[in-house]
């Protein structure tokens, strides 16, 4: 079976740290562009970042430069997402995408990914 997996979500407190996870199973994602999406409730889903399939090359939304960072690892099959000072804002399920797209600028705005995980829960609360 051909999926993605997300790992990594849960509570943290405002100004605090998680790591998110991609990994997939049943293909590698060496071929693909990879993204993380978000999605709060009443809210339209939203591109946060992605990263061409060598790496070389990664897109960030707005609200989250400077704060998240983007990285593969080809070798391990993932694809992880450093989120530093988290505010209530950041808060939503985060999904993960893999596409054959032109590049990492088209996935994240254009949302148009492949395969799609089921989603971790992030919680930013005191």
């Known amino acids: 079976q051909l999926q993605l997996v997300e790992s990594g979500g849960g509570l943290v407190q405002p100004g605090g740290s998680l790591r998110l996870s991609c990994a997939s199973s049943?293909?590698?994602?060496?071929?693909?562009?990879v993204g993380w999406f978000r999605q709060a409730p009443g809210k339209e889903r939203e591109g946060v970042s992605c990263?061409?399939?060598?790496?070389?090359?990664?897109h960030y939304a707005d609200s989250v430069k400077g704060r998240f960072t983007i990285s593969r690892d080809n070798a391990k099959n993932t694809v992880d997402l450093e989120m530093n000072n988290l505010n209530p804002a950041d808060a939503a399920v985060y999904y993960c995408?893999?596409?054959?797209?032109?590049?990492?600028?088209?996935?994240?705005?254009?949302?148009?990914?492949?395969?799609w995980g089921q989603g971790t829960q992030v919680t930013v609360s005191s």
């Open positions: 995408a893999a596409a054959e797209s032109p590049s990492a600028f088209r996935l994240c705005t254009k949302a148009q990914g492949d395969f």
């Open positions: 990263i061409s399939s060598s790496g070389a090359s990664q």
């Open positions: 049943g293909f590698r994602l060496d071929d693909y562009v």
